[in-house]
């Protein structure tokens, strides 16, 4: 099974987002012209990455209850 670490960009990209996780922190690095709805886009879809890779089995399973 696939890490937090290693998962969340694979299940970002499927959703059209690339990120770069580094350590605990998630880089988004947006146009400077985007929109606020394109910015809360972004959010939702990393937080969904996350909620996505921590519900399948094996993947960081002790996160789950820090996960918002």
Do not use: F, N, Y
């Not at 350590?23 to 972004?42: F, H, K, R, Y």
């Amino acid at each position: 099974s696939l890490s937090l670490h290693d998962a969340l960009p694979i299940l970002a990209r499927e959703q059209g987002l690339i990120c770069r996780p580094i350590g605990d922190v998630v880089i988004l690095m947006p146009p400077l012209a985007s929109t606020v709805e394109q910015l809360e886009d972004m959010v939702r879809i990393v937080g969904e990455s996350i909620k996505r890779a921590t519900e399948e089995e094996g993947v960081l399973e002790d996160l789950k209850p820090i996960i918002l």
